[in-house]
């Protein structure tokens, strides 16, 4: 199962759970597996099916381009962060 | 990895557009021509904050020569909150806009309000004149920790603070409170035999990029718009472009221009969508350049901050805990790049219990934009200087202590996410082994400052085709705009496939329409991701070439190897064709060969890097004179060491501004009183010492040929290596930026500031 790290400014979500052991194939689906224990967290995450521009995922130490498309394998470590910035989006 | 057998990658060929840049044939945006130019300006606020009360642009367009006058009226007004726009990270697009040109409200000196376009510059200047703005002038607020207070002017009347994520509803200048954490560090600092504290400011400084911002546009009675501009991302151009305008993507074309400089402030769109706009309703091209008081006023400098350290140590200087609060100046509109510089200030070091509160917040100064590393140069100030401190009262070798806490390979960050593949320890090493670090100062007076830094670095989307010419030469087309090097850097990443020499490949730089997207020429991420790209394409033609050789050998192309630059057949070593004379036989053998690639490349290798400075404080005037200079970094593998060392010398000395002289300086009603290059003092050849540097080279594995970032590292340690040496030469902390002589002299007690 991949690990999912729960970044302080969303444990509101999860009850204060730090990490959680997710079944799941790509980001995608991983953000489903969320919200069905966590409901809500699917659209901290997301807008319009797809991850919030201000939000980066790492998976095992690599922030992904791809998005909800990432694969996440079975010993995977899963982070979301705040997307890098600076200043050039508006 | 093998780092020493490489033919090409690691030399130093004198880049492909040099000669013309020193000879003054390149073409930059100041000289684009066209026949019927016409030429526009911008009428700027003169007040910090107002609101608009009324904009009578009668006389100005019955002025004779004058073609046409828009207002921030005349642009389409766009829906609140972000918008997804495909090619880039979703913008808020109506702020984008308002920064362009305000609609209601001006909300900082400089910010635009009409524009002028006509037969000359000097007629469009005359006719600004002639525009009637009433405002209304409102409090402004330009302090950061002042913007956070409830009783702060608002700048934004529906801005409101998102807080840990959720949008908590309360109005304020505040618009984002971001909160960074791992382990404990109650816990943490409990343990702690030493806590050192201190708070930190820094002003905000200028990209300073030589080229002021410089775009030609032409609006055709088709509706096909063409733009001519030194931006770093003709992409990026023409998505923004687009959204602000509500036009089709497809109907823009950017033709890329070389480009003067752009260290992250030339990425967003300040002309462009203005200048199409004039064209369409002249049915001219139009061009417009600013000034550079209009650069200083008008465009993303980097924010300015207010910071806190606290770090805790044990006696053995193992560092326990650490925390850090951050409120960044964003300027009128959010996003400062706090959150980036909360993620990269610890990450020299390998500390369990991190907490971070950083804030992004409004102030009535030009909305800011990317400048190397954004955000990390300042965060790195505040935490480097914690450490000199906590050095000096453990009486700690400054290296030392930062080799015994320092983060390698799965070192956790303050996000959780573990660190790549680094060069850090080895840096150190180096560090500690130096010449310089183990020299004496020299003189009186003089101090000797230290500092670590650390940047991302970034990967993103790149596109390559090359083409090969029937003399076995390569034509190379990407979308990346050429700021430091990087045609002959990713041309060279070619010929080390093809086995040819770097001049062997002609790299062009493609408008829209002419290359797959490709993103900005920034993150440090060109010669990685366009060199994968150019790498990837290189090895798509290899693959076609052996095809062409297996037919003319009649056999299958299992049967053909490729070895610096001869095709052989492996059953038949006898058989044999150079890149060259493969090339000759295109045509006979199924028509030209062209090579491709777009790609994502995962494998970004993170950068560090380390900086020693030595300088000389006159006791008498506070001036300060760099004496000695060597800047440290893990590169990776330098695919052209001339061009990294490059960007590490400019890195250091822009840091060296930053720490010393540069500020925007305002007065009381909230007007920039430096605006120009006499009065915004950057450094000059004739105050700096020669930059030394060293590359540290730690292949990164995610890269074919071991490359990282290094465009952006380089800025990082300065501010805080300059105020550790200068702190060590005067024996009080300095914890504010610029330390410019008054700042000095007040340390020193010798005058009041």
Request: proline fraction near 5%.
């Amino acid at each position: 199962m991949a690990m999912v790290f729960i970044p302080p400014t969303m444990r509101d979500a999860t009850n204060g759970d730090e990490k959680v052991s997710v079944h799941a194939a790509n980001i995608g689906q991983l953000i489903r597996e969320l919200d069905q224990v966590y409901p809500g967290m699917a659209d901290r995450l997301c807008e319009d099916g797809r991850i919030r521009g201000e939000i980066a995922v790492a998976v095992d130490g690599e922030i992904t381009e791809i998005g909800m498309f990432a694969t996440v394998e079975e010993n995977s470590e899963v982070h979301f962060l705040p997307a890098i910035s600076g200043g050039s989006g508006t | 990895m093998a780092t020493t057998d490489f033919r090409v990658i690691g030399t130093r060929p004198i880049r492909h557009d040099g000669t013309d840049k020193v000879t003054g044939r390149a073409k930059y945006g100041g000289d684009t021509a066209a026949a019927d130019l016409l030429y526009a300006k911008i009428l700027r606020s003169p007040h910090a904050h107002a609101r608009i009360v009324s904009i009578d642009t009668s006389k100005a367009a019955a002025h004779p020569g004058v073609k046409g006058v828009i207002t921030g009226m005349d642009l389409p007004e766009l829906g609140p909150g972000t918008i997804e726009v495909g090619e880039t990270p979703s913008v808020n697009a109506m702020q984008m806009s308002t920064n362009v040109m305000a609609r209601t409200k001006v909300l900082y000196k400089g910010h635009a309000v009409a524009a002028v376009v006509a037969t000359s510059v000097h007629i469009a200047e005359e006719a600004l004149a002639a525009i009637e703005v009433q405002y209304e002038v409102l409090p402004h607020v330009m302090d950061v920790r002042e913007s956070m207070k409830d009783e702060a002017p608002l700048l934004l009347d529906g801005q409101t603070t998102t807080s840990l994520g959720k949008d908590t509803g309360k109005k304020s200048n505040i618009a984002t409170h971001t909160v960074f954490e791992i382990g404990d560090t109650s816990k943490g600092f409990a343990e702690a035999d030493l806590v050192v504290e201190n708070e930190f400011t820094t002003s905000p400084t200028h990209q300073g990029y030589i080229e002021p911002q410089s775009a030609m546009v032409f609006w055709n009675s088709d509706d096909e718009i063409t733009i001519w501009t030194s931006n770093q991302g003709p992409f990026g151009v023409r998505t923004n472009t687009a959204l602000l305008l509500n036009v089709p993507l497809s109907s823009i074309k950017v033709i890329p221009l070389e480009i003067g400089g752009g260290f992250g402030g030339k990425i967003p769109v300040y002309l462009e969508p203005v200048a199409a706009l004039l064209s369409k309703m002249s049915g001219h091209p139009v061009k417009m350049t600013l000034t550079r008081t209009e650069v200083l006023e008008a465009t993303g400098p980097t924010p300015g901050s207010y910071m806190k350290a606290k770090i805790g140590v044990k006696n053995d200087g193992t560092i326990v805990a650490g925390e850090a609060y951050l409120a960044f100046a964003a300027g009128a509109f959010p996003g400062s790049a706090v959150g980036a510089g909360a993620m990269c200030m610890f990450t020299p070091y390998d500390v369990e219990n991190l907490h971070i509160d950083a804030y992004d917040v409004l102030v009535n100064k030009p909305k800011v934009s990317a400048y190397r590393a954004p955000g990390a140069p300042q965060a790195a100030y505040a935490v480097e200087s914690v450490i000199d401190e906590i050095c000096g009262k453990l009486g700690m070798d400054r290296i030392e202590f930062r080799m015994k806490n320092a983060a390698k390979q799965g070192t956790r960050q303050v996000t959780g996410v573990p660190l790549g593949s680094v060069g850090n320890v080895e840096m150190l090493e180096a560090v500690k082994n130096s010449d310089h670090y183990n020299a004496p100062l020299g003189g009186p007076n003089r101090g000797r400052g230290v500092a670590s830094g650390f940047w991302f670095n970034a990967g993103m989307q790149s596109s390559a085709t090359l083409q090969v010419n029937p003399d076995g030469t390569v034509a190379q087309v990407t979308g990346s705009v050429d700021i430091g090097g990087t045609r002959v850097a990713t041309a060279m990443q070619a010929a080390e496939v093809l086995g040819l020499e770097a001049h062997d490949v002609k790299p062009v730089v493609a408008d829209t329409n002419s290359i797959g997207y490709t993103a900005v020429t920034g993150g440090s991420r060109t010669a990685f991701a366009t060199g994968w790209a150019t790498y990837q394409a290189a090895n798509d033609i290899v693959k076609q070439m052996k095809e062409r050789a297996a037919k003319l050998w009649e056999t299958d192309a299992s049967d053909v190897e490729f070895d610096e630059g001869t095709f052989t057949r492996a059953s038949n070593s006898e058989q044999e064709f150079t890149f060259k004379g493969l090339a000759a036989r295109l045509m006979e053998t199924g028509g030209p060969v062209v090579g491709k690639a777009t790609v994502t490349p995962p494998g970004v290798g993170a950068g560090f890097g380390h900086h020693i400075v030595d300088v000389e404080v006159d006791p008498e005037t506070g001036k300060v004179d760099v004496v000695r200079y060597t800047a440290f970094q893990d590169v990776g593998k330098a695919i052209h060491p001339s061009y990294v060392e490059g960007q590490i010398q400019g890195g250091a000395v822009q840091g060296i501004g930053w720490a010393l002289n540069e500020e925007y300086y305002y007065n009381d009603s909230g007007v920039m009183a430096n605006s120009s290059f006499l009065d915004y003092r950057m450094p000059t050849s004739l105050d700096l010492p020669m930059i030394d540097t060293v590359l540290i080279e730690v292949p990164n594995p995610g890269h074919p040929y071991g490359a990282r970032g290094v465009g952006e590292v380089p800025l990082v340690p300065g501010l805080a290596a300059l105020g550790n040496a200068v702190t060590n030469a005067i024996g009080t902390r300095m914890n504010q930026l610029p330390m410019k002589p008054g700042k000095i002299l007040s340390a020193l007690g010798e005058i009041d500031n």
